[in-house]
Protein backbone atom coordinates (compact mmCIF):
# COMPACT_ATOMS: atom_id res chain seq x y z
CA UNK A 1 0.00 0.00 0.00
CA UNK A 2 1.16 3.08 -1.25
CA UNK A 3 0.57 6.37 0.88
CA UNK A 4 2.72 9.92 2.24
CA UNK A 5 3.55 9.87 6.17
CA UNK A 6 2.43 13.09 7.54
CA UNK A 7 3.91 14.43 10.80
CA UNK A 8 2.55 17.27 13.07
CA UNK A 9 4.55 18.40 15.77
CA UNK A 10 3.05 19.43 19.49
CA UNK A 11 -0.41 18.51 17.69
CA UNK A 12 -2.20 17.74 20.91
CA UNK A 13 -4.33 20.68 20.93
CA UNK A 14 -7.19 22.23 19.22
CA UNK A 15 -3.81 23.72 16.73
CA UNK A 16 -2.53 20.51 15.71
CA UNK A 17 -6.75 19.20 14.95
CA UNK A 18 -7.06 21.96 12.39
CA UNK A 19 -4.02 20.51 10.51
CA UNK A 20 -4.89 16.47 10.92
CA UNK A 21 -8.53 17.90 9.85
CA UNK A 22 -6.88 19.25 6.61
CA UNK A 23 -4.67 15.91 6.10
CA UNK A 24 -6.93 13.83 6.96
CA UNK A 25 -9.78 15.25 4.09
CA UNK A 26 -6.81 14.01 1.89
CA UNK A 27 -6.49 10.50 0.27
CA UNK A 28 -3.26 8.93 0.57
CA UNK A 29 -2.22 10.42 3.87
CA UNK A 30 -1.14 9.27 6.66
CA UNK A 31 -1.01 11.18 9.81
CA UNK A 32 1.13 11.03 12.62
CA UNK A 33 0.94 12.58 15.41
CA UNK A 34 4.05 14.02 18.04
CA UNK A 35 3.27 16.01 21.18
CA UNK A 36 4.55 15.60 25.02
CA UNK A 37 1.24 14.97 26.36
CA UNK A 38 -0.10 11.24 26.50
CA UNK A 39 -3.53 12.18 27.19
CA UNK A 40 -5.15 15.21 24.21
CA UNK A 41 -7.60 15.46 21.55
CA UNK A 42 -6.11 15.18 18.22
CA UNK A 43 -4.64 11.87 18.78
CA UNK A 44 -7.88 10.01 18.39
CA UNK A 45 -7.96 11.09 14.97
CA UNK A 46 -4.78 10.78 13.80
CA UNK A 47 -3.47 7.76 12.50
CA UNK A 48 -0.98 6.70 14.71
CA UNK A 49 0.37 9.00 18.47
CA UNK A 50 4.20 9.17 19.58
CA UNK A 51 4.44 11.20 22.80
CA UNK A 52 7.64 13.07 22.37
CA UNK A 53 10.01 14.96 25.09
CA UNK A 54 8.91 18.66 26.32
CA UNK A 55 10.30 20.87 23.88
CA UNK A 56 12.30 22.95 26.35
CA UNK A 57 14.60 19.91 26.08
CA UNK A 58 15.55 21.03 22.66
CA UNK A 59 18.41 18.47 21.77
CA UNK A 60 16.28 15.44 23.57
CA UNK A 61 12.78 16.56 20.66
CA UNK A 62 15.00 17.53 17.82
CA UNK A 63 16.78 14.15 18.04
CA UNK A 64 13.46 12.14 18.73
CA UNK A 65 11.18 13.95 16.24
CA UNK A 66 14.61 13.26 13.52
CA UNK A 67 14.60 9.38 14.72
CA UNK A 68 10.77 9.28 14.10
CA UNK A 69 11.11 10.66 10.74
CA UNK A 70 13.29 8.08 9.84
CA UNK A 71 11.89 5.41 11.23
CA UNK A 72 8.57 5.89 10.06
CA UNK A 73 9.83 7.45 6.69
CA UNK A 74 8.13 10.77 7.19
CA UNK A 75 7.62 12.87 3.87
CA UNK A 76 6.37 16.12 5.70
CA UNK A 77 6.46 18.13 9.22
CA UNK A 78 3.86 21.01 9.62
CA UNK A 79 4.11 22.72 12.93
CA UNK A 80 0.67 23.39 14.77
CA UNK A 81 2.24 26.43 17.09
CA UNK A 82 4.66 28.88 17.24
CA UNK A 83 7.09 27.75 19.58
CA UNK A 84 8.38 25.10 17.66
CA UNK A 85 8.69 26.74 14.49
CA UNK A 86 12.39 28.53 14.90
CA UNK A 87 13.72 24.83 16.05
CA UNK A 88 12.17 23.23 12.63
CA UNK A 89 13.29 25.96 10.65
CA UNK A 90 17.14 26.00 12.23
CA UNK A 91 17.26 22.54 11.44
CA UNK A 92 15.51 21.88 8.01
CA UNK A 93 18.54 20.27 6.35
CA UNK A 94 18.97 17.22 9.28
CA UNK A 95 15.08 16.87 8.56
CA UNK A 96 15.67 17.08 4.90
CA UNK A 97 18.43 14.64 5.06
CA UNK A 98 15.76 12.22 6.46
CA UNK A 99 13.41 12.79 3.43
CA UNK A 100 11.51 14.82 5.60
CA UNK A 101 10.49 18.52 3.73
CA UNK A 102 9.44 20.75 6.85
CA UNK A 103 6.69 23.33 5.76
CA UNK A 104 8.08 26.24 8.12
CA UNK A 105 9.47 29.76 6.90
CA UNK A 106 12.94 31.37 7.19
CA UNK A 107 14.19 32.35 10.56
CA UNK A 108 13.52 36.27 9.15
CA UNK A 109 10.14 35.95 8.91
CA UNK A 110 9.34 33.83 11.69
CA UNK A 111 11.47 37.14 13.46
CA UNK A 112 9.18 39.55 11.68
CA UNK A 113 5.51 37.89 12.27
CA UNK A 114 6.61 36.88 16.10
CA UNK A 115 6.63 41.19 16.89
CA UNK A 116 3.80 42.99 16.06
CA UNK A 117 6.09 46.26 16.40
CA UNK A 118 8.64 44.68 13.96
CA UNK A 119 5.74 43.65 11.42
CA UNK A 120 3.61 46.78 11.25
CA UNK A 121 7.19 48.78 10.89
CA UNK A 122 7.71 46.33 7.71
CA UNK A 123 3.99 46.69 6.50
CA UNK A 124 4.39 50.46 6.54
CA UNK A 125 7.79 50.88 5.11
CA UNK A 126 6.64 48.61 2.29
CA UNK A 127 3.71 51.15 1.60
CA UNK A 128 1.38 48.19 2.74
CA UNK A 129 -2.47 48.94 4.21
CA UNK A 130 -1.32 49.38 7.74
CA UNK A 131 -2.76 51.49 10.83
CA UNK A 132 -0.20 54.04 12.22
CA UNK A 133 2.09 52.20 15.09
CA UNK A 134 3.44 53.99 18.52
CA UNK A 135 6.05 51.94 20.37
CA UNK A 136 5.09 53.92 23.70
CA UNK A 137 1.21 56.00 24.07
CA UNK A 138 3.00 58.70 24.81
CA UNK A 139 4.19 59.44 21.68
CA UNK A 140 2.78 63.24 20.53
CA UNK A 141 1.50 61.85 17.39
CA UNK A 142 -0.67 59.65 19.18
CA UNK A 143 -4.15 60.25 18.10
CA UNK A 144 -6.83 59.01 21.06
CA UNK A 145 -8.35 56.51 22.00
CA UNK A 146 -5.44 54.21 21.66
CA UNK A 147 -5.66 49.68 21.48
CA UNK A 148 -2.73 48.28 22.95
CA UNK A 149 -1.44 44.68 21.85
CA UNK A 150 1.11 42.96 23.22
CA UNK A 151 4.16 42.48 20.98
CA UNK A 152 4.16 38.69 20.88
CA UNK A 153 0.31 38.43 21.75
CA UNK A 154 -2.46 36.31 19.32
CA UNK A 155 -5.89 36.31 19.15
CA UNK A 156 -7.14 39.45 20.58
CA UNK A 157 -5.63 38.48 24.53
CA UNK A 158 -4.74 40.69 27.21
CA UNK A 159 -5.47 43.81 25.12
CA UNK A 160 -5.33 47.11 26.05
CA UNK A 161 -7.57 50.33 25.22
CA UNK A 162 -6.59 53.57 26.22
CA UNK A 163 -9.54 55.77 26.25
CA UNK A 164 -7.78 59.33 26.56
CA UNK A 165 -4.27 60.64 27.12
CA UNK A 166 -5.04 61.16 31.23
CA UNK A 167 -4.97 57.02 31.09
CA UNK A 168 -1.63 56.69 30.71
CA UNK A 169 -0.95 56.81 34.27
CA UNK A 170 -2.24 53.72 34.88
CA UNK A 171 0.48 51.86 32.73
CA UNK A 172 2.98 49.68 34.28
CA UNK A 173 6.70 50.55 32.37
CA UNK A 174 6.29 46.66 30.92
CA UNK A 175 2.80 47.01 29.66
CA UNK A 176 4.95 50.65 27.87
CA UNK A 177 7.63 48.01 26.57
CA UNK A 178 5.99 45.23 25.68
CA UNK A 179 2.48 46.70 23.51
CA UNK A 180 2.38 47.71 20.58
CA UNK A 181 -0.47 51.16 20.16
CA UNK A 182 -2.54 51.72 17.46
CA UNK A 183 -5.84 53.82 16.72
CA UNK A 184 -8.37 51.97 18.14
CA UNK A 185 -11.45 50.98 15.95
CA UNK A 186 -14.44 50.70 18.10
CA UNK A 187 -16.54 49.17 14.66
CA UNK A 188 -14.84 47.23 11.56
CA UNK A 189 -15.46 43.95 9.89
CA UNK A 190 -12.44 41.52 10.49
CA UNK A 191 -11.05 39.69 6.79
CA UNK A 192 -9.10 36.09 7.78
CA UNK A 193 -7.39 34.87 4.59
CA UNK A 194 -5.74 31.01 4.36
CA UNK A 195 -3.37 30.22 1.71
CA UNK A 196 -0.26 28.32 1.28
CA UNK A 197 3.85 29.02 0.14
CA UNK A 198 5.26 25.87 -1.62
CA UNK A 199 8.96 25.55 -1.59
CA UNK A 200 9.54 27.63 -4.45
CA UNK A 201 7.64 30.48 -3.90
CA UNK A 202 4.51 29.32 -5.57
CA UNK A 203 1.62 31.05 -3.54
CA UNK A 204 -1.94 29.21 -3.68
CA UNK A 205 -5.47 30.42 -3.98
CA UNK A 206 -6.05 32.74 -0.81
CA UNK A 207 -9.41 31.57 1.26
CA UNK A 208 -11.27 34.90 2.36
CA UNK A 209 -13.65 34.58 5.26
CA UNK A 210 -15.55 37.78 6.80
CA UNK A 211 -15.45 36.81 10.81
CA UNK A 212 -19.00 36.99 11.99
CA UNK A 213 -18.43 35.87 15.22
CA UNK A 214 -15.77 34.94 17.17
CA UNK A 215 -14.88 33.61 20.98
CA UNK A 216 -11.68 34.04 22.39
CA UNK A 217 -9.92 34.61 19.62
CA UNK A 218 -11.47 31.59 17.72
CA UNK A 219 -13.60 32.13 14.68
CA UNK A 220 -16.58 30.74 15.48
CA UNK A 221 -19.07 31.72 12.12
CA UNK A 222 -17.84 33.33 9.02
CA UNK A 223 -19.14 34.85 5.24
CA UNK A 224 -17.22 33.24 2.48
CA UNK A 225 -15.83 35.68 0.55
CA UNK A 226 -14.61 39.21 0.52
CA UNK A 227 -14.72 43.12 -1.35
CA UNK A 228 -12.07 43.70 -4.00
CA UNK A 229 -10.03 46.02 -1.64
CA UNK A 230 -9.07 43.06 0.83
CA UNK A 231 -8.72 41.09 -1.84
CA UNK A 232 -5.87 43.64 -3.39
CA UNK A 233 -4.47 43.94 -0.57
CA UNK A 234 -4.07 40.36 0.82
CA UNK A 235 -2.39 40.03 -2.38
CA UNK A 236 0.16 42.82 -2.07
CA UNK A 237 1.29 41.37 1.28
CA UNK A 238 1.42 37.64 0.33
CA UNK A 239 3.83 38.74 -2.74
CA UNK A 240 5.75 40.56 -0.56
CA UNK A 241 6.19 37.83 1.61
CA UNK A 242 7.83 35.26 -0.81
CA UNK A 243 10.98 37.20 -0.91
CA UNK A 244 11.15 36.98 2.49
CA UNK A 245 11.17 32.78 2.91
CA UNK A 246 7.60 32.60 3.24
CA UNK A 247 6.88 28.68 3.22
CA UNK A 248 4.47 26.59 4.18
CA UNK A 249 0.18 27.33 5.37
CA UNK A 250 -0.02 30.93 6.60
CA UNK A 251 -2.96 32.84 7.69
CA UNK A 252 -3.59 36.62 7.33
CA UNK A 253 -6.15 38.71 8.81
CA UNK A 254 -7.36 42.44 7.69
CA UNK A 255 -9.75 44.95 9.30
CA UNK A 256 -12.09 46.95 6.91
CA UNK A 257 -14.08 49.90 7.70
CA UNK A 258 -16.00 51.19 5.02
CA UNK A 259 -13.60 51.44 1.83
CA UNK A 260 -10.68 51.67 3.76
CA UNK A 261 -8.68 48.28 4.92
CA UNK A 262 -5.71 47.51 7.59
CA UNK A 263 -3.08 44.22 7.78
CA UNK A 264 -3.67 43.49 11.44
CA UNK A 265 -2.28 39.73 11.83
CA UNK A 266 0.02 37.44 10.09
CA UNK A 267 0.00 33.71 11.56
CA UNK A 268 3.28 31.91 9.91
CA UNK A 269 1.78 28.52 10.64
CA UNK A 270 -2.07 27.26 9.89
CA UNK A 271 -4.67 29.29 11.51
CA UNK A 272 -7.09 27.44 14.03
CA UNK A 273 -10.23 28.31 11.92
CA UNK A 274 -9.02 26.84 9.08
CA UNK A 275 -11.39 24.07 8.93
CA UNK A 276 -13.60 27.27 7.94
CA UNK A 277 -11.77 27.03 4.84
CA UNK A 278 -12.11 23.54 4.74
CA UNK A 279 -15.61 23.32 4.70
CA UNK A 280 -15.51 25.34 1.43
CA UNK A 281 -13.85 23.00 -0.51
CA UNK A 282 -10.27 24.91 -0.06
CA UNK A 283 -7.24 22.72 1.76
CA UNK A 284 -4.02 24.92 2.36
CA UNK A 285 -2.26 21.76 2.78
CA UNK A 286 -3.42 20.31 -0.65
CA UNK A 287 -1.58 22.59 -2.16
CA UNK A 288 1.60 21.81 -0.39
CA UNK A 289 1.68 18.17 -0.91
CA UNK A 290 0.10 17.31 -3.78
CA UNK A 291 -0.23 21.01 -5.64
CA UNK A 292 -4.14 20.99 -5.66
CA UNK A 293 -6.04 23.10 -3.07
CA UNK A 294 -9.70 22.34 -4.16
CA UNK A 295 -12.79 23.68 -5.75
CA UNK A 296 -11.79 27.50 -5.05
CA UNK A 297 -14.33 28.80 -6.92
CA UNK A 298 -16.98 27.57 -4.44
CA UNK A 299 -15.21 30.59 -2.20
CA UNK A 300 -15.63 33.18 -5.51
CA UNK A 301 -18.99 31.80 -6.26
CA UNK A 302 -20.71 32.28 -2.63
CA UNK A 303 -19.16 36.05 -2.63
CA UNK A 304 -21.32 36.79 -6.42
CA UNK A 305 -24.17 39.04 -5.64
CA UNK A 306 -27.35 37.92 -4.63
CA UNK A 307 -25.34 34.53 -2.81
CA UNK A 308 -25.17 33.87 0.71
CA UNK A 309 -23.25 31.64 3.02
CA UNK A 310 -21.94 30.81 6.23
CA UNK A 311 -19.61 28.62 7.72
CA UNK A 312 -19.46 27.46 11.45
CA UNK A 313 -17.51 25.96 13.93
CA UNK A 314 -18.90 24.26 17.10
CA UNK A 315 -17.59 21.56 19.61
CA UNK A 316 -18.44 17.97 19.29
CA UNK A 317 -18.13 15.44 22.34
CA UNK A 318 -17.94 11.67 22.23
CA UNK A 319 -18.05 9.38 24.78
CA UNK A 320 -15.64 6.63 24.73
CA UNK A 321 -16.27 3.72 26.87
CA UNK A 322 -13.15 1.73 28.17
CA UNK A 323 -14.33 -2.16 27.17
CA UNK A 324 -11.02 -3.48 28.65
CA UNK A 325 -9.86 -5.21 25.47
CA UNK A 326 -6.44 -5.76 26.45
CA UNK A 327 -6.68 -9.17 25.73
CA UNK A 328 -7.50 -8.94 22.37
CA UNK A 329 -4.98 -10.54 19.95
CA UNK A 330 -6.81 -10.46 16.29
CA UNK A 331 -9.08 -8.27 14.60
CA UNK A 332 -11.99 -9.73 12.10
CA UNK A 333 -13.46 -7.37 9.00
CA UNK A 334 -16.03 -7.98 6.67
CA UNK A 335 -15.41 -6.97 3.32
CA UNK A 336 -18.17 -5.92 1.22
CA UNK A 337 -18.78 -1.93 2.48
CA UNK A 338 -16.65 -2.60 5.66
CA UNK A 339 -13.01 -2.58 3.61
CA UNK A 340 -14.45 -2.23 -0.05
CA UNK A 341 -16.87 0.05 -1.72
CA UNK A 342 -19.24 -2.67 -2.89
CA UNK A 343 -21.23 0.25 -5.39
CA UNK A 344 -18.53 1.66 -6.69
CA UNK A 345 -17.15 -1.97 -7.39
CA UNK A 346 -20.25 -2.96 -8.90
CA UNK A 347 -20.44 0.63 -10.90
CA UNK A 348 -16.72 -0.24 -12.24
CA UNK A 349 -17.43 -3.27 -13.23
CA UNK A 350 -20.98 -2.37 -15.16
CA UNK A 351 -18.94 0.59 -16.77
CA UNK A 352 -16.08 -2.64 -18.12
CA UNK A 353 -19.15 -4.69 -19.19
CA UNK A 354 -21.18 -1.83 -21.57
CA UNK A 355 -17.32 -1.74 -23.61
CA UNK A 356 -17.31 -5.14 -23.39
CA UNK A 357 -21.02 -5.38 -25.02
CA UNK A 358 -21.72 -1.88 -26.03
CA UNK A 359 -22.75 -2.84 -29.76
CA UNK A 360 -26.25 -4.44 -28.18
CA UNK A 361 -26.54 -1.65 -24.97
CA UNK A 362 -27.57 1.81 -25.14
CA UNK A 363 -25.12 4.63 -24.75
CA UNK A 364 -22.93 4.30 -21.92
CA UNK A 365 -24.65 6.92 -19.61
CA UNK A 366 -28.10 5.86 -19.93
CA UNK A 367 -26.98 1.90 -19.37
CA UNK A 368 -25.09 3.16 -16.10
CA UNK A 369 -27.69 5.30 -14.55
CA UNK A 370 -30.45 2.54 -15.00
CA UNK A 371 -28.49 -0.31 -13.37
CA UNK A 372 -27.17 2.36 -10.68
CA UNK A 373 -31.43 3.12 -10.21
CA UNK A 374 -32.08 -0.76 -10.11
CA UNK A 375 -29.11 -1.58 -7.48
CA UNK A 376 -30.07 1.62 -5.08
CA UNK A 377 -33.13 0.58 -5.27
CA UNK A 378 -32.58 -2.87 -3.91
CA UNK A 379 -32.52 -5.26 -6.84
CA UNK A 380 -29.02 -5.97 -7.25
CA UNK A 381 -29.44 -9.50 -7.17
CA UNK A 382 -31.48 -9.66 -10.06
CA UNK A 383 -29.77 -6.69 -12.07
CA UNK A 384 -29.42 -8.15 -15.23
CA UNK A 385 -32.76 -9.69 -15.15
CA UNK A 386 -34.38 -6.46 -14.26
CA UNK A 387 -31.89 -4.63 -17.05
CA UNK A 388 -32.97 -6.66 -19.70
CA UNK A 389 -36.62 -6.27 -18.80
CA UNK A 390 -36.56 -2.46 -19.14
CA UNK A 391 -34.04 -2.64 -22.12
CA UNK A 392 -36.67 -5.00 -24.39
CA UNK A 393 -33.29 -7.58 -24.43
CA UNK A 394 -33.40 -11.13 -25.14
CA UNK A 395 -31.97 -13.68 -22.65
CA UNK A 396 -28.99 -14.34 -24.66
CA UNK A 397 -27.86 -11.08 -24.67
CA UNK A 398 -28.87 -11.38 -20.67
CA UNK A 399 -26.87 -14.36 -20.11
CA UNK A 400 -23.66 -12.48 -22.32
CA UNK A 401 -24.34 -9.71 -20.28
CA UNK A 402 -23.68 -11.57 -16.89
CA UNK A 403 -21.02 -13.44 -18.21
CA UNK A 404 -19.04 -10.31 -19.42
CA UNK A 405 -19.67 -9.16 -15.83
CA UNK A 406 -18.37 -11.71 -13.95
CA UNK A 407 -14.84 -11.79 -15.81
CA UNK A 408 -14.53 -8.14 -15.69
CA UNK A 409 -12.01 -6.95 -13.44
CA UNK A 410 -11.68 -3.40 -12.81
CA UNK A 411 -8.29 -1.33 -12.79
CA UNK A 412 -9.78 1.15 -9.65
CA UNK A 413 -9.22 -0.02 -6.06
CA UNK A 414 -12.37 0.75 -4.57
CA UNK A 415 -11.27 0.47 -0.72
CA UNK A 416 -12.22 3.45 1.77
CA UNK A 417 -9.62 5.75 2.51
CA UNK A 418 -9.04 4.65 5.94
CA UNK A 419 -8.93 0.41 5.11
CA UNK A 420 -4.94 0.64 4.35
CA UNK A 421 -3.81 3.01 7.20
CA UNK A 422 -5.84 0.89 9.42
CA UNK A 423 -4.85 -2.46 8.80
CA UNK A 424 -0.63 -1.71 8.58
CA UNK A 425 -1.00 -0.52 11.77
CA UNK A 426 -2.79 -3.07 12.97
CA UNK A 427 -0.49 -5.38 12.07
CA UNK A 428 2.55 -3.07 13.59
CA UNK A 429 0.39 -3.33 17.03
CA UNK A 430 0.97 -6.72 16.91
CA UNK A 431 -2.76 -7.85 15.94
CA UNK A 432 -3.56 -10.84 13.28
CA UNK A 433 -6.20 -9.99 10.91
CA UNK A 434 -8.93 -11.98 9.28
CA UNK A 435 -11.38 -11.60 6.60
CA UNK A 436 -15.06 -13.53 6.75
CA UNK A 437 -17.39 -12.21 3.65
CA UNK A 438 -19.97 -14.21 2.00
CA UNK A 439 -20.95 -14.03 -1.73
CA UNK A 440 -19.32 -16.30 -4.59
CA UNK A 441 -15.76 -17.18 -3.30
CA UNK A 442 -14.83 -16.30 -7.24
CA UNK A 443 -16.43 -12.49 -7.14
CA UNK A 444 -14.52 -12.17 -3.07
CA UNK A 445 -11.23 -13.39 -4.03
CA UNK A 446 -11.15 -11.00 -7.63
CA UNK A 447 -12.08 -8.58 -4.98
CA UNK A 448 -9.30 -8.95 -2.74
CA UNK A 449 -6.47 -9.44 -5.18
CA UNK A 450 -8.12 -6.54 -7.36
CA UNK A 451 -7.62 -4.32 -3.72
CA UNK A 452 -4.38 -5.37 -2.59
CA UNK A 453 -5.44 -6.92 0.66
CA UNK A 454 -4.26 -9.76 0.74
CA UNK A 455 -0.07 -9.14 2.01
CA UNK A 456 -2.45 -6.90 4.71
CA UNK A 457 -4.40 -9.88 6.19
CA UNK A 458 -3.64 -13.14 7.77
CA UNK A 459 -6.48 -15.16 6.52
CA UNK A 460 -9.82 -15.54 4.60
CA UNK A 461 -12.88 -16.98 5.45
CA UNK A 462 -15.20 -17.39 2.61
CA UNK A 463 -18.43 -18.70 3.75
CA UNK A 464 -19.98 -20.10 0.67
CA UNK A 465 -17.09 -22.46 0.56
CA UNK A 466 -17.90 -23.32 4.05
CA UNK A 467 -21.76 -24.27 2.34
CA UNK A 468 -23.01 -21.65 4.98
CA UNK A 469 -23.22 -17.92 5.35
CA UNK A 470 -22.81 -15.14 8.21
CA UNK A 471 -24.61 -15.01 11.10
CA UNK A 472 -23.42 -18.75 11.60
CA UNK A 473 -21.17 -19.28 14.07
CA UNK A 474 -19.58 -21.90 12.24
CA UNK A 475 -18.02 -19.14 9.91
CA UNK A 476 -16.55 -17.05 12.63
CA UNK A 477 -14.83 -20.21 14.38
CA UNK A 478 -13.70 -21.29 11.38
CA UNK A 479 -11.54 -17.64 10.95
CA UNK A 480 -10.24 -18.21 14.96
CA UNK A 481 -9.13 -21.29 13.77
CA UNK A 482 -7.53 -20.30 10.81
CA UNK A 483 -5.65 -17.38 13.19
CA UNK A 484 -4.77 -19.63 15.81
CA UNK A 485 -6.71 -17.54 18.57
CA UNK A 486 -9.89 -18.74 20.70
CA UNK A 487 -12.86 -16.36 19.90
CA UNK A 488 -12.53 -14.51 23.49
CA UNK A 489 -9.24 -12.97 21.84
CA UNK A 490 -11.10 -11.28 18.66
CA UNK A 491 -13.04 -8.80 18.24
CA UNK A 492 -15.38 -8.47 14.53
CA UNK A 493 -15.81 -5.05 12.48
CA UNK A 494 -18.28 -5.28 10.23
CA UNK A 495 -21.38 -3.29 8.34
CA UNK A 496 -24.33 -5.65 9.58
CA UNK A 497 -25.87 -5.99 12.61
CA UNK A 498 -27.39 -8.78 12.04
CA UNK A 499 -25.02 -11.18 10.09
CA UNK A 500 -21.57 -10.06 11.83
CA UNK A 501 -22.69 -8.68 15.17
CA UNK A 502 -24.46 -11.46 15.89
CA UNK A 503 -22.83 -14.13 14.33
CA UNK A 504 -19.68 -12.97 15.77
CA UNK A 505 -21.47 -12.85 19.55
CA UNK A 506 -22.93 -15.93 18.73
CA UNK A 507 -19.44 -17.56 18.18
CA UNK A 508 -18.06 -16.00 21.21
CA UNK A 509 -15.87 -13.30 20.26
CA UNK A 510 -14.72 -10.65 22.55
CA UNK A 511 -16.48 -7.72 21.54
CA UNK A 512 -17.85 -5.96 18.03
CA UNK A 513 -17.79 -2.60 15.91
CA UNK A 514 -20.58 -1.52 13.81
CA UNK A 515 -19.44 0.38 10.95
CA UNK A 516 -21.99 2.41 8.74
CA UNK A 517 -20.43 3.46 5.33
CA UNK A 518 -22.06 6.37 4.14
CA UNK A 519 -23.92 5.34 0.43
CA UNK A 520 -23.58 1.94 1.82
CA UNK A 521 -26.28 -0.47 0.81
CA UNK A 522 -27.76 -1.03 4.27
CA UNK A 523 -28.61 1.80 6.98
CA UNK A 524 -29.47 0.04 10.11
CA UNK A 525 -31.26 1.29 13.24
CA UNK A 526 -29.81 0.11 16.40
CA UNK A 527 -32.28 1.19 17.99
CA UNK A 528 -34.85 -0.29 16.24
CA UNK A 529 -32.73 -3.96 16.12
CA UNK A 530 -32.71 -3.43 20.14
CA UNK A 531 -36.38 -3.29 20.32
CA UNK A 532 -36.62 -6.40 17.89
CA UNK A 533 -34.09 -7.98 19.75
CA UNK A 534 -33.95 -9.04 23.49
CA UNK A 535 -30.87 -10.69 22.80
CA UNK A 536 -28.77 -8.20 20.42
CA UNK A 537 -24.91 -8.50 21.60
CA UNK A 538 -22.97 -5.12 22.72
CA UNK A 539 -21.60 -3.71 19.91
CA UNK A 540 -20.19 -0.20 19.59
CA UNK A 541 -20.73 2.11 16.48
CA UNK A 542 -17.61 3.92 14.70
CA UNK A 543 -17.89 6.01 11.65
CA UNK A 544 -14.50 4.88 10.52
CA UNK A 545 -12.01 2.16 11.07
CA UNK A 546 -9.28 5.22 12.82
CA UNK A 547 -11.63 5.03 15.74
CA UNK A 548 -10.52 1.06 16.76
CA UNK A 549 -7.34 3.08 18.05
CA UNK A 550 -9.36 4.33 20.63
CA UNK A 551 -10.13 0.78 22.09
CA UNK A 552 -7.30 -1.35 20.61
CA UNK A 553 -3.60 0.04 21.93
CA UNK A 554 -1.70 -2.95 21.20
CA UNK A 555 -0.36 -6.48 21.56
CA UNK A 556 2.96 -5.23 22.31
CA UNK A 557 1.52 -3.19 24.68
CA UNK A 558 -0.21 -6.25 26.86
Not at 28 to 35: F, T
Not at 488 to 493: D, G, K
Not at 515 to 544: C, E, H, K, W, Y
Amino acid sequence: MRWTNVLVVSGGGFQGLSLIKALRAMTGIRVLLADCYEENVARYFADVFFRSPLLNEEQAFLDFVLNLCERESVSAVFASTEYELELLARHRDAFAAQGATVYVSDIPLLELARDKLLFYRWLLSEGLSCLPCYTVPHDTNAVFPLIGKPRRGWGGRDIRILAERKALSTLSTGENDEFVWQPYLPEFDEYSIDFSINLMGGISPLAFRRRIRSMGGFAILCEPGAPQNIREAARCVVDRLVPLGARGPMNLQILRVDDACWVSDLNVRAGTSMPLSLALGFNPLAFLLTGEAGVMGVVDDVSAPGSRARTLRYPEERSIPDFRLDDVRGVVFDLDDTLLDQKAWIVSKLELTWHGERAALPERAVFLAMALQIVEEGNRAHLFDALCLELGLEDTIRLRLIETYRKARPADRPLYGDVSRALYQLRRLGYRIGVVTDNPPASQRQKLDVCGLVPLIDTVVLTEELGTQKPDPKVFEECARLLDLPAEQLVMVGDNLFRDMQGSANAGYRHAFHIQRAGAFFNFSPDLARRVNSVMPAFTPITNLNELFWYLTGVQNQ
